[in-house]
């Protein structure tokens, strides 16, 4: 079969895991920490698990959780603010190579649109990024995500606001400046093209604040594209060697059936997901993403100089971060990337996720064979309800399964030639969800005891899948199997 698969993994291989700070650090005022868009994300018991109730939001919404009697997990997270040497050690302890994670933006500007930074926040993350470096785990860096500062939704707009892309391109400036000597990779904006799921959080809008919601997405997303051609160029100057990175959430969807209006909006759907890295890789905005917004009356302002910009300042990598797989039907679903059909040829946990490892083998493909630049894998995992035993033990074969049949499927494009140089899962330890606020969906190989209230006593305990996942990371990926001593 020619070369083995363990050949064509890269001897650097970064394998590890990913987290970000909003769901991690807590500590919400301290060290004069301004408030984010997360810190308002209340916990809602009893809520289906598959609304996403803070994904789009209106202002009598955001004004009902704003001063609302909730308890906000976010603010506490899981902790990881004063006890990040005890995480990085249980890390250290699974051997893991990379953890990527974020900075708070408004633990480095309170408000987003302040003359200097917090000196208290940069002075954190010289802490956590020097003892990573102990560690030998090398960080990767998420300078934004779904974590803006309050103050930007209430007095500009969110990202609608020209004037975001000044206060970003400041604030990712003097991260860069301040940690370029001790972090190499950079991712600038989570997930940029998940705005039709992340509005509120990604962007800061307010949909009754804007005319044409649509259209205030886009504007603010190009505004997004500036800031980031701007803070790659810096970073470029500042650091030839520094690897500046876009990401992307795959959301590439497959056609229900070969029926013909199936594959066309399943095609013309995807090439609107492919739209954000064409943009940021190739340099410039496509015709098909023109002439859809043409079709869909939607006007952007767009500078000669911005297309200049963007031409010149491309990301060098492609972080992905992959989770699911859906299906498009002509005769059920538009070109609304939240309009989809569940492939009934596949199981879903208990938040609607459909488990699809092959997914994972398709779009790196199809994502390598369209940029030819190399990538990571920026998430993957998917949640689960563990259960931990009166000897505090989780047996979590469901999560192992999982990993081994993503890690063969990536292995598999690598083996065909994609250009992979690191595999984060999603989280390497237990964190607050994202999109419910849960404790209880837990990603981890390291439960963290803590619940959905913020009660326990937080002690470690290492699930069977962490020895696995240790046995993948010394093996550089060849022994998937698992061990039944453990």
């Known amino acids: 079969m020619g070369e083995s698969y363990m050949s064509k993994i890269r001897k650097d291989f970064l394998w ?10 807590g500590a919400h005022r301290r060290d004069e920490r301004g408030l984010s868009t997360a810190d308002i994300q209340p916990f809602i018991p009893g809520a289906d698990p598959t609304d996403l109730h803070f994904n789009n939001m209106d202002s009598e919404t955001y004004e009902k959780y704003k001063h609302g009697t909730y308890y906000f997990p976010k603010r506490q997270g ?7 040497r005890e995480y990085i050690d249980a890390l250290a302890d699974m051997h893991v190579k990379t953890l990527r994670l974020s900075i708070s933006w408004s633990r480095i500007f309170p408000n987003g649109d302040d003359t200097g930074p917090n000196e208290q926040g940069l002075a954190f993350y010289d802490r956590l990024f020097r003892y990573m470096k102990e560690k030998n785990i090398e960080p990767i860096v998420t300078i934004f995500h779904y974590e803006m500062p309050l103050n930007l939704v209430e007095q500009y707009g969110g990202w609608t606001n020209r004037k975001l892309i000044d206060y ?9 400046q301040r940690y370029h000597q001790t972090v190499k990779y950079w991712i600038i904006i989570n997930q940029i093209n998940l705005v039709h799921k992340e509005a509120f959080a990604s962007l800061g809008i307010l949909k009754d604040k804007v005319d044409h919601y649509e259209q205030a997405q886009f504007q603010a997303v190009h505004h997004q594209f500036v800031a980031s051609a701007k803070i790659t160029e810096f970073g470029h100057k500042l650091n030839p060697s520094l690897q500046m990175g876009m990401m992307l959430a795959d959301t590439l969807t497959a056609p229900y059936s070969c029926e013909p209006a199936d594959v066309e909006l399943n095609f013309r759907r995807n090439r609107m997901q492919y739209f954000y890295s064409d943009v940021l890789i190739r340099g410039e905005y496509p015709e098909y993403a023109l002439t859809y917004f043409e079709d869909h009356d939607i006007q952007l302002e767009i500078t000669e100089s911005e297309k200049e910009l963007l031409r010149n300042n491309t990301a060098d990598f492609l972080a992905v971060s992959y989770y699911w797989s859906n299906t498009v039907k002509a005769s059920e679903n538009t070109m609304d990337p939240n309009s989809t059909v569940k492939n009934p040829h596949l199981k879903a946990n208990r938040w609607g996720w459909s488990i699809n490892a092959s997914g994972l083998y398709l779009c790196m493909s199809k994502y390598w064979d369209r940029y030819h ?8 995992g998917l949640g689960f309800k563990d259960v931990l035993t009166a000897d505090n033990k989780v047996h979590d074969d469901y999560r192992i399964e999982y990993h081994q049949e993503h890690i063969a499927a990536l292995k598999e494009a690598i083996r065909e030639g994609a250009d992979v140089f690191a595999y984060c899962t999603w989280a390497p330890f237990d964190i607050i969800s994202a999109g419910t606020a849960e404790m209880s969906k837990r990603y981890g190989f390291i439960y963290v005891d803590y619940d959905d209230e913020g009660n326990g006593s937080g002690q470690f305990h290492f699930k069977d899948s962490f020895y696995w996942y240790k046995q993948v990371i010394d093996s550089n990926g060849e022994d998937l199997h698992k061990n039944t001593n453990d």
């Open 16 to 25: 590890g895991g990913a987290i970000a700070a909003n769901q991690a650090e």
């Open 78 to 84: 899981v902790h990881f603010y004063e006890r990040y």
């Open 168 to 176: 970003f391109v400041k604030y990712g400036q003097t991260v860069l």
């Open 373 to 380: 630049v190399p990538m990571m894998v920026a998430e993957n």
